[in-house]
């Protein structure tokens, strides 16, 4: 899902804005409920199929296209920048994800299956986005130095102190570095819960000093579960909804998960914005997790997630990680033409 420029009254933003509006205006984001994406495009069935028979995103409408920018084909660093309070246990879930997209022999359905979909993508020369995606250098910045209400840019000046900082800075890595802002619970963000739970993008060099991708993810778990962490939370203002149980026991760490998982896939495959999307529009491109919002199981589609898994314990997953479950959202497959995931039933 993609934002227009938000455009504030800040001088400071006007500035830049002047300079950079193309890019302030193609930040992209993402929030998974409610599914209303406003298509212009014909990227849901929703669309073709009367709303009644979508089927996994699949839809012969959807042109998506490699646009001839990089990809990360060379093994994928992931940086991460701790924002504000967070507990060890939450740390630990979000670890437990990252160190399982190149996990070996693990459990099917499993988080390194689910990557393998994004391995599918290529660059100019043919080579496949890494299959070695590894956990590199942590920051923490637990006092908030930014505040507790960022905007867009202030993200990067988040990013601009963990890259500069005295001791221990986080590597330079422009070529096959992700990084990866997560913002605690009582953090506010520019649009966050209004319009998007995460978005991916990468660090201007008038702020940052380099052009690095990174992308934001907040915990919404005081803020806008039922936005953010859905299915584990519900909006209020659908009746009859019920939560399921998340498979980690933390409402909000367990939603940033499929939002974390979104972005980075998209990093991957689009990391500077002029790589693998749909759409004609450039400034709007609708990228390979954005085509499969909402959608963790076969028949899912509009509302409905498709078929998950229930663990003996209750809760409600879709793929295995290193002595964890997590539930993620499917991505684009563009062999098949529509989404795929390791659970899929047809496999
Ligand atoms: C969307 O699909 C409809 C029906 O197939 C078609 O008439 C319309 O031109 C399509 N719109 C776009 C923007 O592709
Ligand atoms: C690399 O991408 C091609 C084209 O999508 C695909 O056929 C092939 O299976 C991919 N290789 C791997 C290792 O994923």
């Known amino acids: 899902m993609w934002l227009g420029c938000v455009c504030r009254s800040s001088t400071l933003f006007l500035l830049i804005a002047a300079t950079l509006l193309l890019f302030t205006a193609s930040v992209t984001a993402w929030r998974p409920w409610p599914n209303q994406q406003q298509n212009t495009m014909n990227t849901t069935a929703d669309l073709e199929f009367g709303g009644s028979k979508k089927y996994e995103g699949s839809s012969e409408f959807v042109h998506l296209r490699y646009h001839m920018g990089p990809v990360f084909t060379n093994k994928i660093t992931i940086h991460t920048i701790w924002y504000g309070h967070w507990q060890k246990s939450q740390k630990r879930i979000i670890r437990g994800f990252l160190n399982s997209i190149s996990a070996v022999n693990g459990k099917h359905p499993s988080v390194a299956g689910w990557w393998k979909t994004v391995q599918l993508y290529t660059d100019q020369t043919g080579a496949n986005i890494s299959h070695n995606v590894r956990l590199g250098e942590e920051k923490n910045d637990r006092l908030y130095s930014h505040g507790k ?35 605690a619970d009582d953090v506010q963000v520019e649009d966050f819960c209004s319009q ?4 991916h993008y990468f660090t201007f060099p008038s702020i940052v000093g380099y052009t690095l991708p990174f992308a934001w993810v907040g915990n919404s778990a005081k803020q806008c ?42 990093l991957a495959t689009n990391p500077l914005v002029n790589a693998w999307y749909a759409g004609q529009d450039p400034s709007f491109p609708v990228e390979i997790a954005d085509l499969c919002e909402g959608i963790y199981g076969t028949g899912g589609g509009g509302s409905y997630t498709g078929q998950m898994l229930e663990g003996e314990d209750g809760v409600t997953y879709n793929m295995n990680g290193v002595g964890r479950r997590f539930l993620v959202q499917w991505v684009w497959n563009p062999i098949v033409n529509y989404c795929s995931g390791p659970n899929a039933l047809d496999q």
């Open 149 to 183: 209400s960022l905007t867009r840019l202030s993200v990067q000046s988040i990013i601009k102190s963990a890259v500069t900082a005295r001791t221990r800075p986080l590597p330079i890595n422009p070529k096959s570095g992700l990084y990866l802002l997560l913002t």
């Open 225 to 266: 579960a039922g936005v953010c962490a859905y299915p584990f939370a519900v909006p209020s203002y659908i009746p009859n909804l019920k939560p399921v149980r998340s498979p980690n026991g933390e409402v909000g760490v367990d939603g940033m998960i499929s939002v974390i998982a979104h972005e980075i896939a998209e």
């Open 196 to 199: 998007i739970c995460g978005f």
